[in-house]
T-cell receptor, first 113, second 112 residues
Framework: QKEVEQNSGPLSVPEGAIASLNCTYS??????FFWYRQYSGKSPELIMF????GDKEDGRFTAQLNKASQYVSLLIRDSQPSDSATYLC?????????????FGAGTRLAVHP | NAGVTQTPKFQVLKTGQSMTLQCAQD?????MYWYRQDPGMGLRLIYY???????DKGEVPNGYNVSRLNKREFSLRLESAAPSQTSVYFC???????????FGNGTRLTVT
């Protein structure tokens, strides 16, 4: 089992809709969770982080964390074509004797007008 | 404030050639990282440095060496490049334990 798993997509949503991106992780001890956005040919950009169970909202973005189910999600409301990018889920895990930030392979989101 | 600066942006090497990827940060962060990104594989950790003078292997260290010259700079060296090292390389810094990483703009390396 991969340490951080995401559906590769593409996830296609119409403009104005809610995009829902999902991520599962294997380390029950993980405490810190991040969502990065990566446009093609660019570096990852942090858009959300969450440490506690429940929801965290920032503008059009909502991160949801359920530690019991080892599940973290990102909702994007009122999706715009400019949201079209790959979204990377990242989780701090303790593995191989050290803490490391593990990334999922990413979900490609396409928002069409 | 440049943040994390990587050089070069692009590089083409022939098999067996060597090169050093440079990374410098002006954010005064202790920890620095080198990742590679390949299609469908996500970001994989090559090496990291928790502080000046210390370096440790990540998930995919084979074929690479690193040097943490001072707090600002963390370089990645390929001694004998192989086509399997064709990738996009990202340097990143960490603000503190279990905190997010901040990435440089990346180096796109092609080995023929």
């Amino acid at each position: 089992q991969k340490e951080v798993e995401q559906n590769s997509g593409p996830l296609s949503v119409p403009e104005g809709a809610i995009a829902s991106l999902n991520c599962t992780y294997s380390d029950r001890g993980s405490q810190s969770f991040f969502w990065y956005r990566q446009y093609s040919g660019k570096s990852p950009e942090l858009i959300m982080f969450i440490y506690s169970n429940g929801d965290k909202e920032d503008g059009r973005f909502t991160a949801q964390l359920n530690k019991a189910s080892q599940y973290v999600s990102l909702l994007i409301r009122d999706s715009q074509p400019s949201d079209s990018a790959t979204y990377l889920c990242a989780v701090w895990v303790f593995s191989g004797g050290y803490n490391k930030l593990i990334f999922g392979a990413g979900t490609r989101l396409a928002v069409h007008p | 404030n440049a943040g994390v600066t990587q050089t070069p942006k692009f590089q083409v090497l022939k098999t067996g050639q060597s090169m050093t990827l440079q990374c410098a940060q002006d954010m005064n962060h202790n920890s620095m990282y080198w990742y590679r990104q390949d299609p469908g594989m996500g970001l994989r950790l090559i090496y990291y440095s928790a502080s000046e003078g210390t370096t440790d292997k990540g998930e995919v260290p084979n074929g690479y060496n690193v040097s943490r010259l001072n707090k600002r700079e963390f370089s990645l060296r390929l001694e004998s490049a192989a086509p399997s090292q064709t990738s996009v390389y990202f340097c990143a810094t960490e603000t503190g334990a279990n905190s997010p990483l901040h990435f440089g703009n990346g180096t796109r390396l092609t080995v023929t």
